[in-house]
């Protein structure tokens, strides 16, 4: 069991793939992570938004949970995502964590969606949510531990 995070977009940049690379190697069952990187598309707008997100719908079967990251998503505090995910592992819940691309996904996809989640009502660059999805799976693992990395 683990959670795979499917991403419009290239490889990971130089300047973020280091604090990925330090989330991910601390990630253990079953909050460890599998990225799947889909590439752009070559149009814009509404053809790029319909192309990645029928790339990624082609990737959701068999997934029982589906979170879209999305800025008008419902926003969770860390323990109430650490206690989404670890209720949904402990029923053997396969769990698919979506950062869409820049033009953002249909509505056929976002209805696809378990929950759609929003960091922050702002909009950030997907390379850097990147960075944020995966520590949120790191402080997410250590809250359901009892770890202290996090802090009330």
Do not use: C
């Amino acid at each position: 069991m683990s959670v795979t995070i499917i991403t419009v977009g290239k490889k990971h940049e130089d300047w973020v793939e280091p604090g990925i690379q330090r989330y991910q190697k601390r990630l253990k069952q079953p909050f460890n992570a599998e990225w799947v990187l889909l590439a752009h598309s070559s149009f814009d707008d509404d053809r790029a938004r319909q192309e990645e997100s029928g790339r990624i719908l082609s990737r959701l079967e068999g997934f029982t949970m589906i979170i879209l990251l999305d800025e008008r998503g419902k926003q969770y505090d860390s323990p109430a995502f650490s206690g989404l995910l670890s209720d949904q592992f402990a029923h053997s819940a396969k769990i698919a964590l979506i950062i869409g691309g820049a033009f953002g996904v249909t509505e056929e996809l976002r209805q696809k969606a378990t929950h759609v989640w929003s960091l922050s009502p702002l909009v950030f660059p997907h390379q850097l949510v990147r960075l944020m999805l995966i520590e949120q799976l790191y402080r997410a693992q250590e809250i359901s531990l009892g770890k202290s990395y996090h802090h009330e």
